[in-house]
């Protein structure tokens, strides 16, 4: 079996600050995922990426940045960290996008802390 | 776009109880998943279900596309079972997530 690795687990800074977590998978998925989730809430799409070097906006992704710098690993960075945007940053894989009902694999998470 | 609303909100039921979890979703899905987030966060993929039923161990989704609902039956359910069930829908290649049922089994 695979797994997805996110780091940081939490990521502290302060606000204004540009912070970057880091995804990586070893399931050899074509699509990877950054979805940020509000407490109590659904998942919301930042960004996400079909292959290496493609980068596609979700509805989530001002205020943001990504790069998939090889097919394994998928980067966020908050451009300029706010209060209101702590949450927890959930990274996942699929073997594609299509509507195929294929499975998403997702990290641990990593919350994010802005003080 | 596509919306989805799931309920109850939260569950509270004793041990050996059957749970029943509701999604309806706004437009037509090619794509209904339910997922299980554990309290301490991490996220799993339960059944993919776009019409139909779907069974796996306890679990049994209903999915009836016209209607634009899905349930999630949990029969006997354990402590273990104790999370939020997140189900996500389909809309222009993008899954969209409801709020979640928040289960609490009781020993």
């Known amino acids: 079996g695979g797994i997805i690795t996110q780091t940081p687990k939490f990521l502290i800074g302060q606000e204004g600050q540009k912070l970057t977590l880091k995804c990586q998978q070893n399931?050899?998925?074509?699509?990877m995922y950054w979805y940020r989730q509000d407490s109590g809430k659904g998942l919301r799409l930042i960004y996400y990426?079909?292959?290496?070097?493609?980068?596609q906006k979700g509805d989530l992704s001002e205020g943001y940045d990504a790069s998939r710098e090889k097919k394994s690993s998928f980067s966020l960075t908050v451009t300029s960290a706010q209060k209101n945007e702590m949450a927890v940053f959930l990274c996942?894989?699929?073997?594609?996008?299509?509507?195929?009902?294929?499975?998403?694999?997702f990290g641990e998470g990593s919350r994010l802390i802005v003080v | 776009g596509q919306q989805v609303q799931q309920s109850p909100a939260s569950l509270v039921l004793q041990e050996g109880e059957n749970a029943e979890l509701q999604c309806n979703f706004s437009s037509t899905a090619t794509q209904l998943q339910w997922f299980y987030q554990s309290p301490g966060g991490s996220l799993v993929s339960l059944l993919s279900?776009?019409?139909?039923?779907k069974h796996t161990g306890r679990l049994t989704s209903t999915t009836v596309t016209k209607e634009r609902r899905s349930s999630l039956h949990i029969s006997s359910s354990q402590t273990t079972d104790s999370g939020t069930y997140l189900c996500?829908?389909?809309?222009?290649?993008?899954?969209?997530w409801g709020s979640g049922t928040k289960l609490i089994i009781k020993p």
């Open positions: 996500a829908s389909d809309s222009n290649y993008q899954l969209i």
């Open positions: 996942a894989s699929s073997i594609d996008r299509g509507p195929s009902g294929n499975t998403l694999y």
């Open positions: 279900n776009p019409s139909g039923t």
């Open positions: 399931f050899n998925h074509d699509t």
């Open positions: 990426s079909i292959t290496e070097n493609d980068l």
